[in-house]
């Protein structure tokens, strides 16, 4: 169902990617802790998840080290938090925006949510400045990688591509045919976005120096280069559509939970927000028709 789904393991291109992963984090880490603001949140947040592909698609040698484990596990709670504050943010923008809510009444929430935040922005910081300190040691050095990594870590993410795969193109049809599968879109965003993180490992990035091997195979390396090209952009397109749809669940649910569409007030917002949900859902649809995907 995906386009073009062949994915090229190289080794080289995988554990150098792994390691600009890890290296990445710290880099977004220290633009989040100078000025969390909505950016640095969505940088910090991506870079966690690329953190979590290499270290989910490393062999058991990797995945067992002690620094590594506890690195990663950081990273997750980091992550837990920012998305709660996201999802404050997100949920403000939209009543401002599409739910059309008075700005008395934004202001209010805004006031209501502050504490929360403020919090959550507290403990996050706490959370990244140890993840800060932590000090992880470059086990990616092409150099250090025994015969047996080759092998296994080609395995073990290859099977991970091809899991995902299939729960995506089970999970896809699904979706489309139910707007109110709202459990199961949010599955397939995560997973297209696993999906992406994962082949975006074993694609060869721009500054990346080709080996005499790959020159003499050019032609072969640059139509592999190109496939994979087009399923991360296919499978972006797919996340960032539920990505949207996703923040109109998340809002819905939030004025469900605070008991408004009673208030006539809020019901209106509800169903502007409904609305322009509607529109994005079918959007999506339009755009995963079988022929765009076949």
């Known amino acids: 169902m995906l386009q073009c789904f062949y994915v090229q393991y190289d080794l080289d291109t995988h554990a150098n990617n792994c390691y600009q992963n890890y290296e990445k984090v710290l880099i977004k880490l220290d633009k989040y802790l100078e000025n969390p603001n909505e950016d640095n949140i969505h940088h910090i947040r991506t870079s966690l ?8 698609s490393s062999p058991k040698q990797i995945r067992n080290k002690k620094k590594i484990r506890k690195f990663v596990s950081s990273g997750k709670k980091l992550f837990r938090i920012n998305s709660k504050i996201r999802d404050v943010d997100i949920i403000v923008k939209m009543l401002t ?9 934004i202001e209010e929430f805004k006031s209501n949510n502050e504490y929360d935040k403020q919090r959550y922005l507290k403990e996050s910081r706490i959370v990244a400045l140890d993840l800060r300190r932590q000090i992880v040691p470059n086990l990616y050095d092409r150099k250090k990688i025994d015969r047996s990594f080759t092998k296994k870590s080609r395995k073990r993410l290859l099977n991970m591509v091809r899991k995902l795969k299939v729960k995506v193109e089970k999970n896809l ?6 707007e109110n599968k709202i459990l199961v879109l949010h599955e397939l965003r995560k997973d297209t976005k696993k ?17 005499k091997k790959s020159i003499e195979n050019e032609d072969s390396d640059k139509q592999l280069r190109e496939n994979h090209n087009r399923i991360l952009q296919q499978l972006e397109k797919i996340q960032v559509m539920l990505g949207e749809i996703h923040d109109y669940d998340v809002t819905i649910d939030y004025l469900k939970q605070q008991h408004v569409s009673n208030n006539s007030l809020f019901a209106d917002t509800i169903e502007n927000i409904m609305k322009v949900r509607r529109k994005r859902y079918n959007e999506f649809v339009e755009y995963n028709k079988p022929t765009n995907l076949d």
């Open 49 to 56: 998840r690329r953190l979590e592909a290499a270290y989910q």
């Open 195 to 211: 999906l992406r993180y994962l082949i975006e490992l074993v694609t060869k990035r721009d500054y990346e120096k080709s080996s």
């Open 173 to 178: 049809p699904i979706v489309i045919d139910n």
């Open 97 to 105: 925006n599409e739910g059309k809510l008075p700005e008395r009444q």
